[in-house]
């Protein structure tokens, strides 16, 4: 058990430009979760995947953000026009399917927007 | 809508103080209570899952509880390692049946 993988770990940018990110899950997991957390605050969900099928979007999830798990596997979270708010910690999480199995997160990815 | 809310915001203590934690929460049929721990410049590590009130799990100096409101973090005898934010989550019946929705989080500092 390797655990969850994100990259890069940290990401400056300048507003305006798109930032794509990277989560690998535990390999056996199939849903995988996308929360952002800004400073003194808890994860805000933001999408989950069951295998490949994207189930439920939140509504923070703005049409500049773009999530995509090809096969079932790793996922990407794109951000469009990158504005100042969007600067947070992008974390990604996953587990196994079946009631309250414990979602296992990565280490993030730390967004700053310039 | 489910809500969290955790107390104190921030908590310090000395080496050896036991102290507990507070988690309430409002949700429309709970699916269950997770606690986290988070360390500067980490993602949250799992802790504990509790799914029906009356319900208690223990992991060395941690034990956590639930009722029907909230979920209280028993930390006993400290140490400094025990330092970090502990973050409460709730997973309810209504819309996404896998979110997680959290609380702020309590920082925990412990002074040897």
Redesign the interface.
């Known amino acids: 058990d390797t655990g969850?993988s994100q990259n890069p770990r940290h990401k400056i940018t300048k507003r305006g430009q798109n930032v794509t990110f990277r989560c690998d899950p535990i390999s056996e997991h199939n849903?995988l979760?996308w929360?952002r957390q800004t400073l003194?605050?808890?994860?805000?969900?933001l999408t989950?995947f069951q295998n490949e099928a994207q189930?439920?979007k939140s509504r923070l999830l703005s049409d500049r953000f773009s999530a995509e798990r090809p096969k079932g596997s790793f996922s990407t979270l794109e951000i469009q026009r990158t504005e100042q708010g969007d600067s947070a910690m992008y974390?990604c999480?996953s587990?196994l399917s079946g009631?309250?199995q414990?979602?296992?997160?990565?280490?993030?990815t730390r967004l700053s927007i310039l | 809508e489910d809500q969290?809310t955790q107390s104190p915001e921030a908590l310090r203590l000395q080496e050896g103080e036991s102290s507990s934690l507070n988690c309430s929460y409002t949700v429309s049929g709970l699916?269950?209570l997770?606690w986290?721990r988070q360390d500067p410049?980490?993602?949250?590590?799992?802790l504990f899952?509790l799914?029906s009130a009356g319900e208690e799990k223990e992991k060395e100096r941690l034990k956590a509880t639930l009722t029907k409101k909230e979920s209280f973090l028993h930390i006993t005898a400290p140490k400094p390692e025990d330092s970090a934010t502990y973050?409460c989550?709730v997973?309810g019946l209504t819309?996404?049946n896998?979110?997680?929705?959290?609380?702020?989080?309590i920082t925990l500092s412990v002074r040897p």
């Open positions: 969850v849903r979760y929360y003194g605050q808890g994860p805000e969900f989950y189930l439920e974390l999480a587990s009631i309250n414990p979602q296992h997160f990565g280490d993030g | 969290v699916r269950g997770f986290y410049g980490k993602g949250p590590e799992f899952t799914y973050l989550a997973q819309g996404a896998s979110k997680l929705t959290f609380g702020k989080g």
